[in-house]
């Protein structure tokens, strides 16, 4: 069984978000501890599209907060480049809070994970008892990929943005560490009073 604290699950946020994020943890829109003043930097539409699926389990996608398994997917992209009429965020305005499949466990939240983009047709959502086979079910070479469109694997975009969901707030002990752009958002970060041993500058999970 793959080794569920080396699975690591990525948050990208607004940097203006960290502050509540430290007091609450992430919060679901509809929970009572919702950031009233949150700071989107995502897709609308797609947030709008994902409020309408249903998944096998009976449940609203839009129920659950999403986390990425990897860096630099393509959402990442589009905001960065502000393509599909999203507003441009400047890299170091995005944060990556960072979990793990095992913070979620021993918090004992609900949550299923897919191989794929959640919003696609081809995606398979599974729960929690089959974890056991998670290394299995991800692809974790197309997640790591540096680029995603190869005309030879057509599907590789959708295996990269594997998602890992959870249904309740994540608490802020779940939160191990925060990736940020550089050196000018560390200071930001260290300013909200996140801890500096949490705190990494990585300016190649951005683009």
């Given amino acids: 069984m793959a080794d ?5 699950l990525y948050r990208m946020t607004h940097i203006e978000n960290v502050p509540h994020i430290f007091q609450y943890g992430i919060t679901h829109v509809m929970s009572v501890n919702a950031n009233k003043s949150y ?3 995502g897709d609308e539409n797609i947030i709008g599209t994902r409020n309408q699926i249903f998944l096998p389990n009976g449940k609203n996608l839009g129920d659950y907060i999403p986390f990425y398994f990897g860096v630099r997917m393509p959402m990442l992209y589009v905001i960065q480049k502000g393509y599909n009429g999203v507003p441009v965020t400047q890299a170091e305005d ?7 499949v095992q913070k979620i466990v021993e918090h004992e939240l609900n949550f299923i994970f897919s191989d794929g983009h959640a919003v696609d047709g081809l995606t398979n959502f599974h729960e929690q008892k089959e974890l056991s086979n ?3 079910i991800l692809d ?12 030879k694997d057509l599907d590789l975009k959708r295996r990269k943005e594997a998602e890992f969901l959870v249904e309740n707030d994540v608490p802020t002990t779940a939160i191990i560490a925060w990736v940020v752009y550089n050196e000018k958002a560390k200071q ?6 996140i801890s500096e041993e949490k705190i990494y500058v990585k300016t190649n999970c951005y683009f």
Wanted: without cysteine.
């Fill in 4 to 8: 569920l604290n080396k699975i690591y």
């Fill in 140 to 151: 974790k070479n197309a997640i790591d990929a540096t680029y995603w469109h190869n005309d």
């Fill in 134 to 136: 998670i290394d299995r």
């Fill in 94 to 100: 995005i944060v990556y809070g960072i979990s793990s």
């Fill in 188 to 193: 930001k970060l260290l300013s909200m009073g």
């Fill in 39 to 41: 700071k989107t930097i």
